[in-house]
């Protein structure tokens, strides 16, 4: 096993050599990263702290740092959940949560699966994995 839990043949874990870990520091719609460099990109609990504008940006060059067949997946909060909307219909409630996510009401009218198709994604598949979060999953073309 490699350190983050990803199985990896026995001989073929003999013969990779480690490659240092870097930490970047970049804004994430204008990374400075090589295009199509990665095969993954992960966004979670973000969108809802950003309004649309950043976050349609941050997909963009999440698609440009992506290599063909590359994936882009977002956890994050699912205001059609239940659970959200007994906060949503409860102006007490509402008011409370919505004092610590200023960004909250540009979340939720934002069409994350049609801005993922905006920036180039093919057709983006959604899963609940949580009571009150989604992780949302489209890929790059080839």
């Known amino acids: 096993?490699?350190?983050?839990?990803?199985p990896v043949?026995?001989?073929?874990?003999?013969?990779?050599?480690?490659?240092?870990?870097?930490?970047?520091?970049?804004?994430?719609?204008?990374?400075?990263?090589p295009d199509d460099s990665?095969?993954?990109?992960?966004?979670?609990?973000?969108?809802?702290?950003l309004p649309q504008h950043a976050t349609k940006a941050i997909l963009k060059e999440a698609y440009r740092v992506l290599r063909p067949g590359g994936a882009m997946c977002i956890m994050e909060m699912d205001p059609a959940t239940p659970s959200f909307q007994r906060v949503f219909s409860n102006v007490f409630a509402y008011t409370a949560f919505k004092s610590t996510e200023p960004w909250l009401v540009e979340y939720v009218t934002l069409d994350?699966?049609?801005a993922m198709q905006e920036a180039g994604f093919l057709q983006s598949r959604q899963l609940q994995n949580s009571p009150r979060h989604?992780?949302?999953v489209a890929q790059k073309p080839l």
């Open 112 to 114: 994350l699966h049609g």
């Open 9 to 33: 043949p026995c001989t073929q874990a003999e013969s990779m050599t480690p490659e240092p870990l870097q930490l970047l520091h970049h804004k994430a719609e204008d990374t400075g990263l």
């Open 38 to 49: 990665f095969d993954i990109v992960s966004m979670c609990l973000m969108a809802h702290e």
């Open 1 to 6: 096993m490699q350190p983050l839990g990803v």
């Open 134 to 136: 989604k992780t949302v």
